[in-house]
Nanobody
Framework: QVQLVESGGGSVQAGGSLRLSCAAS????????MGWFRQAPGKEREGVAS???????RYADSVKGRFTVSQDNSKTILSLQMNSLKPEDTAMYYC????????????????WGQGTQVTVSS
């Protein structure tokens, strides 16, 4: 079983920055995809960024150039640096993990964190 624990959410003014972290524990497969997702009230969950064990990265167009996803050397800590935050970035942000596939961006994820709230005010 894999456990994902997220931290770093909070409230920030538009234009500010936050850094989210996700720690994976338990039995983590050797080859994985990890991703960040978000869900705003009344909206469907959307992908924010994905990264694989070789640091192949994709971003949603809405965050490209503002957000940066990264892994530590152990590949068990996932981070999301969020800069130039906008009110439309307000959402619950989730960390997720799955066994590696060719479609980390679009594939379904198996394990999910509890979420961390990000609120951006005007």
């Amino acid at each position: 079983q894999v456990q994902l624990v997220e931290s770093g959410g909070g409230s920030v003014q538009a234009g500010g920055s936050l850094r989210l972290s996700c720690a994976a524990s338990g039995y983590v497969p050797s080859s994985i995809c990890m991703g960040w997702f978000r869900q705003a009230p009344g909206k469907e969950r959307e992908g924010v960024a994905s990264i694989d064990m070789d640091d192949n990265i994709r971003y949603a167009d809405s965050v490209k150039g503002r957000f940066t996803v990264s892994q530590d050397n152990s590949k068990t800590i996932l981070s999301l640096q969020m800069n130039s935050l906008k009110p439309e970035d307000t959402a619950m942000y989730y960390c997720a993990l799955r066994r590696w596939s060719y479609v980390c961006w679009s594939g379904s994820y198996t394990y999910w964190g509890q979420g961390t709230q990000v609120t951006v005010s005007s």
